[in-house]
């Protein structure tokens, strides 16, 4: 029998225009860890994470380019899964979070809210229904 690597997690990569600003966000809105950020005279990196969530976070020579197509049935650029969606709401919102989307039950058998982060990546947090 052949050894099977089991796979940890998986996180998105934003392009971002100010990693600082962005990780700022990440950490002071939605209680995210700023794990790692360097270099550290002028950062363009960072790693935030929370619980199992992970994100990566890099500045470069170029502007964001979140979700393209923007579809409107496909605008999200990551699912953060939760299983207390109206908890999470409602710290978030104490926090001074806006939605884009407030929370509700999806017509996709989801619940959960949405929020767009300075650079207009869009994030559903919530979890399937049932």
Known sequence: MTARAILNGMAPFFIVRDVVVS????????GFTVMHMSPEEAPFFAIVVRDGAMLFLKSVEAEPVPNPARAA???WDSYVNT?????????FL???????????DTGDGLRGF????PDGYTLF???PRG
Do not use: K, T
């Open 83 to 91: 299983d207390e969606p109206d908890v999470l709401a409602a710290e």
């Open 73 to 75: 049935n496909a605008r």
């Open 23 to 30: 990780a700022a966000f990440y950490r002071d809105a939605l």
């Open 94 to 104: 104490g926090r001074g979070v806006v939605f884009s989307v407030p929370l509700q």
């Open 125 to 127: 947090f919530g979890r």
């Open 114 to 117: 949405e929020l767009r982060d």
